[in-house]
T-cell receptor
Framework: SQQGEEDPQALSIQEGENATMNCSYKTSINNLQWYRQNSGRGLVHLILIRSNEREKHSGRLRVTLDTSKKSSSLLITASRAADTASYFCATDEDDYKLSFGAGTTVTVRA | EPEVTQTPSHQVTQMGQEVILRCVPISNHLYFYWYRQILGQKVEFLVSFYNNEISEKSEIFDDQFSVERPDGSNFTLKIRSTKLEDSAMYFC?????????????FGPGTRLTVT
């Protein structure tokens, strides 16, 4: 089943600004994870938020989860050029697999 | 920090040939996965593996695909007779079992090009 869908598809911001992207999903989940992918490279795990959590922080990242709306947001504060990448949410319905969205491509301009 | 490794980083093969993609998961992890990403598209789940057997597989994972854990460290994906549409980035992932930790850690991927 198709799960996470990110919004917007692309985002261009100035260095130092905040970047916010959203993810919506369709079915009940155990947790939701955010990953970063630099162009043509592997997936780097950023943060996991469990279904009973509402907000989580990790460094410059802030993730929220609203299970009633089946949505999550990822905020990157004080963005840097190195944050330029694609960001994916992935939902975990069971132990066996993650379902990924199409991703948000973030470009941070120096 | 422990990480998932994959070899080769890039594999070029002719249509109809067999390929084996290799992965070394993080050593204390017990759940293993293969995903693929066709250029410009979503990451798609292929198969999960636990306790030496397939836990779940997607529709993509047909009879041309197989997985194996030949020893205590390697986890392989074999494509028996490659097609042009198998060209993609293939990612291996692993996860430690247990209720408190569900992060899946991904390897850097193998770019498979079928000509």
């Amino acid at each position: 089943s198709q799960q996470g869908e990110e919004d917007p598809q692309a985002l261009s911001i100035q260095e130092g600004e905040n970047a916010t992207m959203n993810c919506s999903y369709k079915t009940s989940i155990n947790n939701l994870q955010w990953y970063r992918q630099n162009s043509g490279r592997g997936l780097v795990h950023l943060i996991l938020i469990r279904s009973n959590e509402r907000e989580k922080h990790s460094g410059r990242l802030r993730v929220t989860l609203d299970t009633s709306k089946k949505s999550s947001s990822l905020l990157i504060t004080a963005s840097r050029a190195a944050d330029t990448a694609s960001y994916f949410c992935a939902t975990d319905e069971d132990d066996y697999k993650l379902s990924f969205g199409a991703g948000t491509t973030v470009t941070v301009r120096a | 920090e422990p990480e998932v490794t994959q070899t080769p980083s890039h594999q070029v093969t002719q249509m109809g040939q067999e390929v084996i993609l290799r992965c070394v998961p993080i050593s204390n992890h017990l759940y293993f996965y293969w995903y693929r990403q066709i250029l410009g598209q979503k990451v798609e789940f292929l198969v999960s593996f636990y306790n030496n057997e397939i836990s779940e597989k997607s529709e993509i994972f047909d009879d041309q695909f197989s997985v194996e854990r030949p020893d205590g460290s390697n986890f392989t994906l074999k494509i028996r007779s490659t097609k042009l549409e198998d060209s993609a980035m293939y990612f291996c992932a692993s996860r430690v079992t247990g209720l408190s930790s569900y992060e899946q850690y991904f390897g850097p991927g193998t770019r498979l090009t079928v000509t």
